[in-house]
């Protein structure tokens, strides 16, 4: 999933959000719950790690 670099404009805090196709509503800075959000796409930034897709992995497939 891409990524954006987010700073607020209220407190200044820096975060990352992970963005959505077609989500158009500005994220929530987590400290101070404010949506004066200043984006910017990071087209290199994805997150990565262990997520939903390595869990299913072993998970066997049901009945045949």
Do not use: W, Y
Not at 4 to 26: I, M, Q, S, V, Y
Request: aromatic share 4%.
């Amino acid at each position: 999933m891409p990524t954006a670099e987010c700073r607020c404009n209220a407190c200044n805090h820096r975060f990352t959000h992970l963005t959505f196709k077609g989500d158009d509503t500005p994220p929530l800075c987590p400290r101070c719950k404010g949506r004066d959000i200043q984006m910017k796409a990071n087209p290199e930034g994805f997150m990565v790690g262990s997520g939903l897709g390595s869990r299913i992995v072993g998970v066997p497939k049901g009945p045949s």
